[in-house]
């Protein structure tokens, strides 16, 4: 059995690579309360436990038979908390876990904060690691603890992951900042929350102790990092501001290396982050799901036109007429995806599935994040995704082109470009799609525009007085 010591951020997803592994698992978290609401979602065993009470650590020991435990996977947190809740969860933890799980091997999860460089050199696992805040000091003394008894110290960068990513958050926010170090900003070393957990995964498999840092391939400056993910989502370079001395765990910069990592075998699946705003199709649209529900005003829609609808409601024609009415560009993500695919919508279908469509179909929504200006047709489908919905919030204002069966099977008849019309009955089809989606193109549209009367000419005018309405001297 392993043991995962603090199922948070981290643990949870190292606990269900684990389990998926078919490895039996317990997770530990602090509070009854904590370990009811957790075991409610997750197919593992869990357990309470304060790790920071050695009697706690103790009896759980007695409990699942300390024996039977070979690996302690420590990987709780000490949350906001200073000095004494470091000591507490990391240096008493560690110790209270490695004496109550003798045969078990510790696998302690620390961090490259421990690392104090400043002059953005190269750091291994050889050099020194001497924290000059006293949190990380005992960051040092919790590994040293682990270390003693032959375990594995892992040294993981900044984690960032689905829900999670401080730098894309304050840029977005408008909080972000270069800080010091004439102008390129501090070094920036990340890990993908599923990278650091199959890394840990990896490092628990491995009969070697020792420490591992675990890190992406890829440690950038601020600068570059920021004025990359600037671009990409059309937003100002933030500006450089003098390093804060404040910072919890000290204020440092350097190149953290996986390679001792990687040299055992282990490699990242995100090269660096900018792989994984292409790769993981939730972690954009999580960021952007966040901050509309917690702090709405702060990051306002873009200035496009976004239409949505069935197959056969217009989009795209309509859309090229309103982007004519606005001066606006016309994209339509179909398009996006054929060029990206370099073949067919049908051949995408019959190669690859659907599901790997809809994913082509996602990315090629979140390369529009920059965009302003620009009317964008997407396909009849793209609401069936709900990662879709922050992206397309985000990009500006939504217009549902709506029709009546009848109307649509009438001008998607005779085509031959979508393969679930290529059905017995695409009137059927059309309907049943029509009660799918029609509560998805409800909930997402500012507005809702019933064609079946109206000439295409109609429908783009009050599309586009709508725009201007909407956007008043904004446009
Ligand atoms: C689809 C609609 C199509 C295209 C694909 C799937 C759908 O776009 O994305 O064939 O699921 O409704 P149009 O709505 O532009 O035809």
Excluded at 221 to 240: S, W
Aim: neutral net charge; glycine residues 10%; aromatic residues 6%.
């Amino acid at each position: 059995m392993i043991l995962v010591a603090g199922c948070g951020y981290l643990g949870a997803r190292i606990a269900a690579l684990l389990h998926d592994a078919g490895t039996q698992v317990t997770g530990l978290t602090h509070s009854p309360e904590s370990a009811h609401h957790l075991a409610e979602g997750v197919p593992w065993r869990v357990e309470p436990c304060d790790i920071s009470d050695a009697a706690a650590v103790t009896s759980l020991a007695q409990n699942l038979g300390a024996t039977y435990v070979r690996c302690v996977v420590h990987c709780a947190s000490s949350g906001r908390g200073g000095a004494g809740e470091y000591r507490r969860v990391y240096v008493d933890g560690v110790r209270n876990l490695s004496a109550a799980f003798q045969n078990a091997r510790i696998v302690f999860t620390s961090s490259t904060s421990v690392y104090s460089q400043t002059d953005g050199s190269v750091v291994t696992e050889t050099d020194a690691a001497l924290p000059e805040k006293e949190t990380g000091r005992l960051l040092v003394e919790a590994e040293d603890a682990a270390l003693r008894t032959g375990g594995v110290v892992a040294r993981l960068a900044g984690i960032y992951g689905p829900g999670r990513w401080f730098v894309l958050r304050n840029l977005l926010e408008g909080k972000a900042a270069i800080e010091g170090g004439e102008g390129e900003g501090r070094v920036l070393n990340q890990i993908h929350r599923e990278d650091a957990a199959s890394a840990i995964v990896h490092l628990v498999s491995k009969k070697t102790g020792g420490v591992f840092n675990v890190v992406d391939d890829m440690p950038m400056t601020q600068r570059a990092c920021l004025e990359k993910l600037a671009a990409r989502f059309g937003m100002p370079v933030p500006p450089a501001v003098p390093p804060n001395p404040e910072r919890k765990r000290g204020w440092t910069s350097k190149r953290v290396t996986n390679t001792k990592l990687r040299a055992t075998g282990w490699q990242p699946r995100f090269a660096s982050c900018f792989d994984a705003l292409d790769g993981d199709g939730e972690l954009v649209s999580s960021i952007l799901a966040q901050i509309a529900a917690e702090s709405p005003d702060v990051l306002p829609r873009r200035r496009n036109v976004v239409l949505i609808g069935l197959m056969g409601s217009g989009k795209s024609t309509v859309g090229r007429m309103v982007a004519a009415k606005l001066g606006f560009d016309f994209v339509d993500t179909d398009q996006i995806v054929t060029q990206t695919a370099r073949c067919s919508i049908p051949q995408i279908f019959e190669r690859e599935g659907e599901a790997a469509f809809r994913s082509r179909e996602s990315a090629a929504l979140r390369s529009l994040l920059h965009r302003e200006h620009c009317v964008v047709a997407t396909g009849g489908g793209i609401v069936t995704q709900p990662r879709n919905n922050p992206v397309l919030r985000h990009l500006g204002y939504i217009v549902w082109l709506d029709a009546g069966v009848a109307t649509l099977h009438r001008r998607t008849a005779g085509g031959h470009d979508r393969p679930l019309l290529k059905a017995d009955d695409p009137k059927a089809k059309l309907q049943r799609l029509l009660e799918e989606r029609g509560p998805l193109y409800t909930r997402l549209a500012d507005l809702r525009i019933t064609t079946d009367d109206l000439s295409q000419d109609e429908t783009a005018y009050g599309v586009a007085e709508s725009v201007r309405l909407h956007f008043g001297s904004q446009l």
